[in-house]
Structures are given as structure tokens and as C-alpha cells.
């Protein structure tokens, strides 16, 4: 009888435990909802830089997906969660990083969304500490919304603007091959 409690007692923990995944060192949920929209995660990350973590970065999306171009495209909800892990990061660095990863996901053609970007790069205008967690959503009716420790900043409507954002996690010249590929749930 004492065996079979502590069953039940360990498998009514584990059910009641929410589902986490851990990168660089910080726990991720597995489902995220934002305005009513669950999504799931496809895959989590460590973005590095001469060998050090530099934020945890996770893709949720409303079902499992390895074609970085069709996640690029779609014209449905999705989410990429970056969880700050080092103090080096800064709003300065975040902002060159944003400037080079649109430059690297449009082939140099960010013109046309110029104005959606800068907006974009404000929102980094506030010192980065260790621990700040960004979200940025893309809702199909609204466009992306941008979180700061589930805080919005704002929301940047345009499809044209989604593919360049996403694209700088999972275009053909990523931030972070390695991330990419974790990104995809192919690592």
C-alpha cells in the first residue's frame, strides 16, 4: 500500500508540474498564450558569441515545423522568446545586432520597412539587464507585438516586416546557425 501512495504521489506531481524546457541555464515554457493564441515550442536555443551564452532564444508556433522558409512565410500566429543569460548584452549591442540580422534576412533590401525597423529598434532603447525576457509576437490581424518582461512596448503591423524578423533567426544567413537548427527542433 506505502508503494503504491508514492506512486500516486510522484505521478500526480509530475502531472501537476508545469512543462518547462532548460537553456543556458534558464527554464522556458513549452506552451506560451498570448491574446488567447496557444502555441507550442518547436524548438529552443543558446545564441553564443565567442563561446559564451548570450540569450536563450525559443520558436513557438500552432503546430511543429522544420521549413525555416515556410515559418518565414506564414501568415500565422507565432513567437520568438529571447531570455537575456548575459550581462554583456547591451542596447547598443542589441540594437547593431537587430541592424545586421535585418540587413542579413532581406539580402540587404530593409528599405522598404525601414520605418517598422527603427520602430523595432526603440523598443531596446531601455538598458538590457541579465534576465530580461523579450517576446515578440505575430498575431496575423495585428503583426508583431513586442513584450519586455511581459510588458508590451508595442505592436509593428506588416507581413513584409514579420518575414524580415523571423528571418533574422531563421533565414539562409541566420544570427545563429546553431540556434537556427535548434530553433527548428533539429538539434
Given at each position: 500500500?506505502?508503494?503504491?501512495?508514492?506512486?500516486?504521489?510522484?505521478?500526480?506531481?509530475?502531472?501537476?508540474?508545469?512543462?518547462?524546457?532548460?537553456?543556458?541555464?534558464?527554464?522556458?515554457?513549452?506552451?506560451?498564450?498570448?491574446?488567447?493564441?496557444k502555441l507550442s515550442l518547436n524548438g529552443v536555443g543558446?545564441?553564443?558569441?565567442?563561446?559564451?551564452?548570450?540569450?536563450?532564444?525559443?520558436l513557438y508556433l500552432d503546430k511543429k515545423?522544420?521549413?525555416?522558409?515556410?515559418?518565414?512565410?506564414?501568415?500565422?500566429?507565432?513567437?520568438?522568446?529571447?531570455?537575456i543569460v548575459s550581462k554583456l548584452i547591451t542596447?547598443?549591442?542589441m540594437i547593431d545586432a537587430v541592424n545586421e540580422g535585418f540587413e542579413n534576412a532581406t539580402g540587404g533590401k530593409a528599405s522598404g520597412i525601414a520605418s517598422e525597423i527603427t520602430?523595432?529598434?526603440?523598443?531596446?532603447s531601455e538598458e538590457i539587464q541579465k534576465n530580461d525576457i523579450f517576446d515578440m509576437v505575430y498575431l496575423p490581424k495585428e503583426g508583431v507585438k513586442v513584450y519586455k518582461n511581459n510588458k508590451l512596448l508595442g505592436t509593428i503591423p506588416g507581413m513584409e516586416f514579420k518575414k524580415g524578423l523571423f528571418g533574422i533567426w531563421l533565414s539562409k544567413k541566420p544570427a545563429d546557425k546553431d540556434l537556427k537548427e535548434a530553433m527548428l527542433g533539429k538539434s
Open positions: 500500500m506505502k508503494n503504491v501512495l508514492l506512486l500516486l504521489f510522484a505521478m500526480v506531481t509530475i502531472a501537476s508540474a508545469p512543462a518547462q524546457t532548460t537553456a543556458a541555464g534558464v527554464t522556458l515554457p513549452n506552451t506560451v498564450t498570448f491574446e488567447g493564441q543558446v545564441r553564443e558569441k565567442f563561446w559564451m551564452d548570450m540569450y536563450a532564444g525559443a515545423n522544420a521549413d525555416a522558409n515556410g515559418i518565414i512565410n506564414a501568415n500565422q500566429p507565432m513567437a520568438i522568446k529571447l531570455h542596447s547598443d549591442k520602430q523595432f529598434k526603440n523598443y531596446f
